[in-house]
T-cell receptor, first 113, second 113 residues
Framework: SQKIEQNSEALNIQEGKTATLTCNYTNYSPAYLQWYRQDPGRGPVFLLLIRENEKEKRKERLKVTFDTTLKQSLFHITASQPADSATYLCALDNTGGGNKLTFGTGTQLKVEL | DGGITQSPKYLFRKEGQNVTLSCEQNLNHDAMYWYRQDPGQGLRLIYYSQIVNDFQKGDIAEGYSVSREKKESFPLTVTSAQKNPTAFYLC????????????FGQGTRLTVV
């Protein structure tokens, strides 16, 4: 069956360090993968999209990698700040057309002073 | 301001009653989606619509109904047939086509007592 796995345990890191979150998937052949941020009680907010033919994408302190052989995406936040504390969701296109996204369960990140 | 609006933010209903959740967008997006989020689970797709007067079932459509009479509006009705309706409901919209980001509303937390 199709599955998207993100680490369900919260990730606690110190301010200034790099946070790395993992998204693994099985039985998908996504054309692209997206990362979203969700704060408690609010809707997700889009962060980055990476296509299957792209190895890496950057946006300010954020970096995403996409390895279609390993079926894995890594999401990095460099120089992390307490304001980065949130739940981060990865999402895959599971139709090969349109934008019908399937989401992982998310990983909660806590950045401590 | 352009955006997607869900109302109300909190909704309480008695068991056995149908309830309709509102979702309006002024982003001129063709595609709209309804997701359900439960604690510890990812977002699960209920219904989606790629164009006015057309919609498709998602992964968990049983006990729900939708309509898409206007481009801006995609209301979701939670019927009495839905076994576990208490959840956080999220509406999203996007441009049609592949690899476009989804814009989410702030969600409606429905509690059925």
């Amino acid at each position: 069956s199709q599955k998207i796995e993100q680490n369900s345990e919260a990730l606690n890191i110190q301010e200034g360090k790099t946070a790395t979150l993992t998204c693994n998937y099985t039985n998908y052949s996504p054309a692209y993968l997206q990362w979203y941020r969700q704060d408690p009680g609010r809707g997700p907010v889009f962060l980055l999209l990476i296509r299957e033919n792209e190895k890496e994408k950057r946006k300010e302190r954020l970096k995403v990698t996409f390895d279609t052989t390993l079926k894995q995406s890594l999401f990095h936040i460099t120089a992390s700040q307490p304001a980065d504390s949130a739940t981060y969701l990865c999402a895959l296109d599971n139709t090969g057309g349109g934008n019908k996204l399937t989401f992982g369960t998310g990983t909660q990140l806590k950045v401590e002073l | 301001d352009g955006g997607i609006t869900q109302s109300p933010k909190y909704l309480f209903r008695k068991e056995g009653q149908n309830v309709t959740l509102s979702c309006e967008q002024n982003l001129n997006h063709d595609a709209m989606y309804w997701y359900r989020q439960d604690p510890g689970q990812g977002l699960r797709l209920i219904y989606y619509s790629q164009i006015v007067n057309d919609f498709q079932k998602g992964d968990i459509a049983e006990g729900y109904s939708v309509s898409r009479e206007k481009k801006e509006s995609f209301p979701l009705t939670v019927t009495s047939a839905q076994k576990n309706p208490t959840a956080f409901y999220l509406c999203a919209s996007s441009m049609r086509g592949e690899d476009t980001e989804a814009f989410f509303g702030q969600g409606t937390r429905l509690t059925v007592v």
